[in-house]
Nanobody, 125 residues
Framework: VQLQASGGGLVLPGGSLRLTCATSGVTPDHYATGWFRQAPGKEREGVSCITNDDGMIFYADSVKGRFTITRDSARNTAYLQMNSLKPEDTAVYYC???????????????????WGQGTQVTVSS
């Protein structure tokens, strides 16, 4: 399984970006795609996650109401729409995929088997 994250960039506070995570290779029937972020000097943080079939979703409290995760199961692609961006959202964003992930473990990076490269998101005036 390979993952390709894209869509990062520089945006003004209050602006929006949409990240894309394309999954290729042999994908399991049931898996979850998660977005994590890591700012300099900080630990990697689970941002959001969605399962490919039943659409179970997790959001970190810090992004609820501002970020929306969706998926196109036919294309094995997940999206993270980020609105009302704040400077504290600045980080490298990674997408990851894993099997057997339940709601309570969606924020846990150790639950994911596959990782893509990161994409930089910078929110600054």
């Amino acid at each position: 399984v390979q993952l390709q994250a894209s869509g990062g960039g520089l945006v003004l506070p209050g602006g929006s970006l949409r990240l894309t995570c394309a999954t290729s290779g042999v994908t399991p029937d049931h898996y979850a795609t998660g977005w994590f972020r890591q700012a300099p000097g900080k630990e990697r943080e689970g941002v959001s996650c969605i399962t490919n079939d039943d659409g179970m979703i997790f959001y970190a409290d810090s992004v609820k109401g501002r970020f929306t995760i969706t998926r196109d199961s036919a294309r094995n692609t997940a999206y993270l729409q980020m609105n009302s961006l704040k400077p504290e959202d600045t980080a490298v964003y990674y997408c990851a995929a894993g099997t057997g992930i339940i709601l309570s473990s969606m924020r846990n990076a150790a639950a994911y088997n596959y990782w893509g490269q990161g994409t930089q998101v910078t929110v600054s005036s």
